[in-house]
């Protein structure tokens, strides 16, 4: 099974229509301003997929500040799912500073059979992970409903790029510490943490947390994943963030790497299988 992590998709009104979003979501405007910045819809996405030979995508919408964006957005999400069942696997999207429709949106979508929570972007709301006000009715449900909740951190040095975000490597660990039975999946790489879990008190707080690769090819030399089964092993999923990198440009930069089969196969499906398609029965 060849599972991508990480992906974007959008309505199809989002699609063609993105400026009328703009004046909605100022943080959706800076990174979707430009129209090089690519959007997908569901059809998109499995177009690609068929074409790549990738089985399954988890697919994650935007972290928009509006609860009726949230809520237009895990609709189409969930009715994706649908659409194509054993082929994408859908994130809710919620603004965890908006408390009450926070909750009731992902026990919603949650009990509609979505299977995690994400993909955060906390600068466009404009909260932070270590706020326990704000985190702690996403992280109540998330472990309620045993599934994973997907985090956008990226590195804290080299070049800027709209997006890129404030998230610090220490917020991940405080959010992980307070949090040790909930599964964390930090995007990109989680900004370089991987490195740190060479130290045993960070390994220890942070055994459930795990790493998309998405993006790399913007950020790191490949390289990276034969370091991350040394820093991380059994714990960084592949995945692309789609379509900002096509899965096709990826999987042939993979594939140059000749990893071997055990490894391949546990960046490439196993890992993710372990973190988004193992779901609890305790809801």
């Not at 994650?60 to 194509?84: Q, S």
């Not at 326990?132 to 996403?138: S, W």
């Amino acid at each position: 099974m060849l599972v991508d992590a990480h992906v974007h998709i959008f309505w199809p009104e989002a699609v063609r229509h993105r400026r009328r979003l703009f004046h909605l979501d100022a943080y959706f405007a800076e990174l979707y301003q430009s129209e090089r910045a690519r959007m997908a819809t569901a059809e998109d996405l499995i177009h690609s997929m068929e074409e790549n030979g990738i089985d399954v995508s988890i697919v994650a919408g935007f972290g928009w500040a509006d609860a009726g964006l949230c809520r237009e957005h895990n609709a189409y999400i969930a009715e994706a799912v649908r659409r194509y069942p054993g082929r994408l696997i859908g994130l809710a999207v919620v603004n965890p500073s908006d408390r009450r429709n926070s909750e009731r949106e992902l026990a919603r979508w949650l009990d509609a059979g979505l299977a995690g929570v994400g993909e955060l972007m906390p600068n466009g709301p404009g909260y932070r992970l270590t706020d326990a006000f704000v985190m702690g009715v996403l992280t109540e449900v998330s472990r309620s409903y045993h599934v994973p909740i997907l985090v956008h951190v990226s590195e804290p040095v080299g070049h800027d790029y709209p997006g890129k975000g404030t998230v610090t490597l220490a917020e991940v660990l405080e959010l992980a510490t307070c949090n040790p039975e909930l599964k964390i999946v930090c995007a990109h790489w989680g900004g370089g943490l991987p490195f740190y879990e060479l130290m045993p008190e960070v390994q220890a707080a942070l055994k459930n947390v795990y790493y998309d690769t998405a993006a790399w090819p913007l950020l790191y030399d490949d390289r990276i994943f034969l370091a991350g089964d040394v820093l991380a092993p059994r714990k960084v999923l592949f995945a692309t963030d789609y379509p900002l990198v096509s899965q096709s440009a990826a999987l042939k930069r993979l594939r140059s790497l000749a990893l071997p089969p055990d490894l391949w196969a546990a960046y490439t499906g196993g890992n993710a299988f372990s973190v988004y398609m193992t779901r609890s029965s305790g809801k």
